[in-house]
């Protein structure tokens, strides 16, 4: 079965214009759609920042409290892909053997320890970090910017450690397998963690399709319009469930 950054590879190549994540934050209004091509640009980038500035080895930990707390965003999406591009391990609750730990705008209260703190702003845009930014705080959007826009592929294991929580170890090729059932276009309301990756991210990368991130809003009657806006055809109800719409 072929890996997470192959399949990325495949999507630019056959349909690379074509929107693979689209991400509404209804309570600020906001709605990002970002391509395969445009998707795989901020995860080559994300990767040389990973591996030729942060220096970070295959199979060092990446603590993603990013996922915790923002599961749905895009930038999550984002840096759980370049993670696993790069054979890093991404992992949750863990952050006393990371050697990255990477968190949202709200790093005030995360102590890394001895590991590179890394803090995502989560503008639309994907502008900077409000200043002042701490010394001890690495500006992503602002460092991501320089890298180059391609990804020079090194081969990553199949039984590579991808994915380490409470609840589950997954290596490379455990990332793409099971799921919802395939679908053009996913409706994903974040749930867990990994559900809201699988779903938002791998499942479309693995079966063809896309999704639509839907945060900020328990109002089921706007969740409709915007399914029907975005031609969704599935929509995932609960973290492990898919109803069809």
């Not at 950054?5 to 991400?23: D, F, I, N, Q, W």
């Not at 030729?52 to 080895?57: A, F, H, V």
Request: include cysteine; proline fraction near 8%.
């Amino acid at each position: 079965m072929p890996l997470i950054a192959e399949l990325l590879a495949r999507r630019v190549r056959s349909a690379g214009s074509a929107p693979l994540v689209t991400y509404y934050d209804v309570d600020e209004g906001s709605r990002t759609e970002l391509s395969a091509t445009t998707f795989a640009n901020w995860v080559a980038k994300t990767s040389n920042l990973l591996t030729d500035e942060l220096l970070l080895d295959p199979g060092a930990s990446v603590e993603l409290l990013l996922a915790a707390r923002h599961p749905g965003h895009w930038m999550t999406l984002v840096w759980a892909t370049a993670c696993w591009q790069t054979g890093a391990v991404v992992t949750l609750g863990r952050p006393e053997e990371a050697a990255l730990v990477v968190c949202g705008p709200d790093h005030a209260d995360v102590d890394p320890g001895d590991a590179e703190l890394v803090a995502c702003s989560l503008h639309p845009l994907g502008l900077g970090l409000t200043p002042p930014v701490p010394s001890r705080v690495v500006d992503y959007a602002t460092e991501v910017r320089a890298q180059p826009d391609v990804w020079n592929v090194v081969p990553v294991a199949t039984d590579a450690l991808a994915w380490l929580d409470a609840e589950r170890e997954l290596d490379q090729t455990g990332l793409v397998a099971g799921g919802p059932a395939p679908a053009q276009r996913l409706l994903v309301r974040p749930g867990g963690p990994w559900e809201t990756l699988r779903d938002a991210v791998v499942t479309p990368l693995r079966d063809g399709g896309s999704s639509v991130v839907l945060v900020g809003t328990t109002d089921e009657q706007r969740v409709r319009e915007i399914g029907l806006s975005e031609r969704v055809d599935a929509l995932v109800a609960e973290p492990e469930g898919l109803q069809t719409s």
